[in-house]
């Protein structure tokens, strides 16, 4: 099977969507069912199922890229991408300024569905976004994620770290349609379950006082002490509440 031939269009019977686990996946070039869906039933995987009219994509591996016909040059670059999305500490204090990997919200490579999957971008980019109110690329969302999640500093558009991550995202939506009519499955995270009670300022307050500001001080900004943030554990090794603790 060629990697660029697994975008796959969901067809479920009505009587599938009612038993809510068998699904039925077929490729729009015609491979057969098991040689284009290595997901055969997602719901397996602990996912749900998708739903009439979704879009299914699943993202090739690094062991599809392997086997491309593509340049070696290309490949070197996604290959390059891939490693800087997996171990995006290797980019610290120069570019990053926290423990944080493209990865670790990104899951499974990127690939993993329901945990912002980075193919969906390559495929819906550029748009309008209404977060800042402009059409937004592909290069600029991930220089989002550098200022914001990694608390760092963007490189440099066209700049050879850029470059290759931008490639590693269009690599994963290999096969995928631009700007996709149908929804896609799995994209982004899932919502969470609306609260019993509606949010509300004067109880977060309280719980942060009475949970959290033991740890993050009561305005949030952590304990610092000596150059190194002190995390503070009640009942650690004979210790108070209170009491710092450092851990190395």
Known sequence: ????????????????????????????????????????????????????????????????????????????????????????????????????????????????PFSAPVWTAAVTLPDFRGKNQHVNSLEERIAGCFAYSMNGVPPEYGSDEMLALSAYHQWLATGAPMYPDKPIYGRGFPAPDEPEQAPDYARGEAAYQENCAICHQEDGSGHYENGEYVFLLPGVMGRTIGEPVLLV
């Open 1 to 112: 099977m060629t990697m660029h031939k697994r975008t796959l269009v969901l067809a479920i019977a009505t009587t599938s969507l009612v038993a809510g686990l068998a699904m039925t996946a077929y490729a729009a070039n015609g491979e057969s069912e098991s040689e284009a869906m290595p997901y055969q039933n997602l719901t397996e995987l602990g996912y749900p199922a998708p739903q009439e009219g979704e879009l299914v994509h699943v993202p090739p591996t690094m062991e599809d890229l392997e086997a491309a016909d593509i340049h070696p040059e290309l490949k070197k670059v996604i290959r390059y991408g891939y490693e800087l999305f997996t171990d995006t500490q290797q980019l610290r204090n120069k570019y990053v300024y926290n423990d944080m990997n493209c990865s670790s919200c990104h899951l499974g490579e990127g690939r993993q």
